[in-house]
């Protein structure tokens, strides 16, 4: 069998080759082509091998590729989830906290190539379930059952610790040895404080020196050595960072020390003590590197944290699913479900899959998604998500979207994506890392020589403890941190809340919006019509005009067309065949039912066709707009036959959630393409000043441009095909989560519930999350601005006030946790 895949993620023949050898190594493949140009891969294979069988081999291979259907949308992995409460597995792919290479990910957690901090893992999306037999650890299976050794019921296997909780406990034990070695270190040091030193009873100042030097090499050459190294790459690279400044000062000062131990007459008297031997600096070196060990194993910690928002979501879905069967119900893994079929959710079961009731009726809790807390009534024919809980009812479902369509999954992608990104106030960040390190070794320098010819006895001694404070405080880190960390957890929280974040673009401008665009069909609308009446000319029920247009309309998605279809099934109407089916952008339907042209739409789709509308009709379908009702003229055969009149409640919220953003200064505008007397009923019951009827979708777009044109911070909220260009040409597309796929794809921003107040939630998540940011960059910048010339001795002069190199290392350390605190601080704020 030969099969076609989508494959995301080559760059260069080297990509291609890597891939086609990785897929070629399994050994039902007989033959793998990839074409980098159509971002796809050919697979001729003796046996059907599963997509995250192919995708796993990518990744033994040490290859982020991923590998898809032809036609979904693109993601990392397929997400399925494991039976775990608490999920502890990564994905083996690796990023940098500060994105100094973009969205670039890494197959190993060495260190980032540019700032050599530590790579975080990605949360693993795709989780699978394996069993094993208490009995018999050798049996593992994909699915649940019983072991066929001894018969006992299979138990799901623990999941690994992932690489960033084994990051965690790596530091926490070097952490422990530095502090083991580090203080006695330190304690010898500081005696010489202490009148009469009692420590040079036992031994010699110079014997104490050889104790400090054999103490400092584990922490040197074992628990710090990682620094160094770091620091080595940056220099070799280029690429200076924070540790390229620790490595020199704790470097310097450790072969300084090394160097007064084996030749102390090299230095002149004034590095000397009274007993002759040189100061060393054993003490300074190894508490700056344990302080600095302190902050990496911090930040460590909270890096999980703010990863939080998305193993919650991955907790979510079960693993497991009653499959309804002619021969009785059974328990099946939720991998094992298709498309069709019937799976009974017990009294509070979680649902396992996106789809609709079939059978029975009960309460479910959607607040995992949609963020609010009262559960919602659902009967047959309702749409229920994975991962939300059933009430205190059981019901039959069908599956409809599994795997990596369900609504659930989609939320987990895109805010896994979003985390990642940047947004364009980071770039200032960056342009001011990029001349950082440079710019405080030259004031390192500066401070040397200052020091060395202008610096009070011992002026030697001065000049190189300053200059290594300044070496050591500076801290291009805090800089680096102060954009990702705030985005990474304003996604989760938004997610959390039912408010999808695309991109740290869209947080960003959100907190600049001043114009909201606003549909009215199923945005500021229940988007459920209904079918109040279908009427002929002489204002009568006609069977036969209904058929003719829900079987025209059977095919479409539109939430009229569906409405009309539902009317048809009440009246127990037989649908018959629709050939050539159009839907005319702004206007409505045509095609041909039973060899008869057909046409339903507005007053310009009956332009467009030629119709003649009759004075009797056009007056009754007026008077039926002007009560807010939506109006459409039915054309068969090139005559107007009657009228259909359709229903939409405007939602609850609307009208709160508009009141609450214009208080917030935000211009609210309606653009529908229902008529102008709908449209006028619709703003006036919303106190909306501003509104534009019979729009197409190029008058909409048209509309934002000219706004965007002076200036204005365009949003746009919609939910329909129609929606699509606004919402890619508005600075911030928002779409309804009740909406079309397209509708979705279109948007920065995606509302999970599909209403209004959603837009308030994400207007306050944009500007909490632009303040945090702005906080975040305002502490690493008067931190730094105050704390290098503090370091180089600058309020001497006046005060007689130094900085220690070990209190500099504290504040640098610390500086970095301050900034993810700061950030973690989200996570309570109120939306």
């Known amino acids: 069998m030969k099969h076609t895949y989508k494959l995301n993620g080559m760059t260069c023949m080297g990509c291609k080759a890597n891939a086609e050898n990785a897929l070629g190594n399994l050994k039902e493949i007989t033959k793998v082509g990839a074409d980098m140009e159509k971002a796809e891969v050919t697979i001729e294979m ?32 397929d997400y399925e989830h494991s039976k775990k409460t608490t999920v502890k597995d990564g994905n083996g792919v690796f990023y940098c906290p500060m994105h100094c290479e973009d969205d670039k990910t890494y197959t190993s957690q060495i260190g980032c190539p540019v700032c050599g901090m ?71 040091a500081m005696a010489d ?20 030097l054999i103490l400092s090499l584990p922490v040197v050459f074992y628990t710090c050595w990682m620094f160094f190294e770091r620091a080595y790459k940056s220099i070799k690279t280029w690429n200076l960072n924070m540790f390229t400044l620790i490595g020199i000062g704790t470097g310097i000062a450790w072969l300084f020390s090394l160097v007064a131990m084996f030749f102390p007459d090299v230095f002149p008297e004034q590095f000397k003590t009274e007993s002759g031997t040189v100061f060393v600096y054993f003490e ?159 004031v390192a320098t500066i401070t040397f020589i200052i020091w060395r010819y202008f610096g009070p006895e011992p002026a030697m001694v001065f000049a190189f403890v300053n200059s290594i404070a300044v070496l050591i405080i500076a801290c291009p880190c805090a800089l680096g941190l102060a954009t990702p960390m705030s985005v990474m957890v304003g996604v989760g929280k938004g997610a959390q809340n039912g408010v999808l974040i695309k991109n740290a673009e869209a947080l960003e401008n959100l907190n600049k919006v001043d114009v909201l665009i606003t549909d009215k069909t199923g945005t500021i609308t229940e988007g459920k019509p209904s079918v109040e009446k279908v009427v002929n000319t002489a204002g009568e ?20 067309a569906e409405a009309i279809v539902n009317f048809a099934k009440t009246k127990s109407i037989k649908l018959q065949e629709s050939k050539d089916f159009e839907a005319v952008m702004g206007k409505g339907v045509v095609g041909t039912v039973n060899g008869k042209k057909i046409a339903l739409g507005n007053k310009k789709l009956m332009e467009l066709v030629n119709a003649n509308i009759s004075l009797e009709i056009d007056t009754k379908v007026i008077s039926e707009q002007e009560q807010g009702k939506t109006v459409s003229y039915i054309l068969i055969e090139n005559k107007v036959v009657g009228y259909i009149t359709i229903t939409d409640a405007i939602k609850e919220t609307s009208k ?51 706004l965007q044109s002076q200036g204005k911070i365009v949003a746009m909220a919609g939910d329909g095909i129609n929606d699509a260009p606004a919402l890619a040409q508005a600075n911030i597309g928002i779409a309804m989560g009740t909406g079309t796929d397209v509708a979705i794809e279109s ?85």
């Open 193 to 212: 404080l202490i009148p009469s030193n009692p420590l040079t009873k036992m031994f010699s100042q110079f014997t104490w020196n050889w104790i400090q």
């Open 46 to 77: 003796s046996s059907h091998i599963p997509l995250e069988k192919l995708q796993e081999a990518l990744l033994k291979a040490g290859l982020h590729y991923t590998i898809e259907m032809p036609g979904e949308k693109h993601h990392h992995s």
């Open 747 to 831: 948007s920065e921003v995606t509302l999970v519930k599909g209403d209004l107040l959603g837009i308030v939630k994400a207007i306050n998540l944009g500007k909490g999350v632009m303040k945090n940011i702005k906080q975040n960059l305002f502490f690493a910048f008067i931190y730094n601005i105050l704390g290098v010339p503090v370091a180089a001795g600058l309020l001497f002069p006046f005060f007689g006030i130094l900085l220690s190199p070990m209190i500099a290392a504290a504040a640098m350390s610390f500086s970095s946790v301050s900034v993810i605190l700061n950030s973690l601080r989200l996570r309570n704020i109120k939306l």
């Open 541 to 560: 029920f006609d069977e036969n005009i209904l058929q003719s247009i829900a079987s025209l309309n059977q095919y479409s998605e539109h939430p009229l």
């Open 284 to 442: 300074a070196t190894t508490v700056i590197l344990t302080l600095v060990l302190l902050g990496q194993l911090l930040e460590a910690k909270a890096h999980s944290q703010t990863s939080g928002a998305i193993k919650e979501l991955l907790k979510l879905a079960p693993t497991e699913a009653t499959l309804v069967k002619e021969s009785g119900d059974e328990i099946i893994s939720i991998h094992s479900i298709k498309k069709g079929n019937l799976l009974r959710v017990k009294p509070g079961d979680k649902i396992p899959v996106d789809g609709k009731i079939t059978e029975g009726h009960s309460s479910i809790d959607e607040s995992m998604i949609t963020g609010e807390p009262i559960p919602v009534d659902k009967k047959i024919d309702d749409a229920v998500s994975s991962g939300t809980i059933n009430g205190t009812k059981s019901f039959v479902m069908i599956a409809e979207k599994v795997g990596s369509e369900t609504l659930l999954s989609q939320i987990i992608h895109m805010v896994n994506n979003a985390s990642r990104s940047r947004a364009p106030i980071q770039k200032l960040a960056d342009k001011i890392s990029k001349y950082f390190v440079p710019v405080v070794i030259l």
């Open 656 to 706: 709160q959630a508009i009141s609450e953003l214009q208080r917030k200064g935000i211009e609210v505008i309606m653009l529908t393409g229902d008529n102008t007397r709908t449209a006028k009923y619709v703003a006036d019951q919303l106190n909306l000043a501003s509104f534009q009827a019979e729009c197409l979708p190029e008058d909409k777009l048209n509309v934002i441009k000219e």
């Open 118 to 188: 530590d790579l975080v893992e990605q949360p693993k999306l795709q989780i699978t379930t394996e069993y094993t037999c208490p009995m018999h650890p050798e049996i593992i299976k994909d699915e649940p059952g019983s072991c066929p050794i001894c018969g006992m019921d299979l138990v799901p296997i623990e999941p690994s610790e992932n690489e960033e909780d084994k990051t965690y406990q790596k530091l926490l034990t070097k952490m422990k040895i530095s502090v083991l070695f580090t203080v006695p270190i330190f304690i010898i």
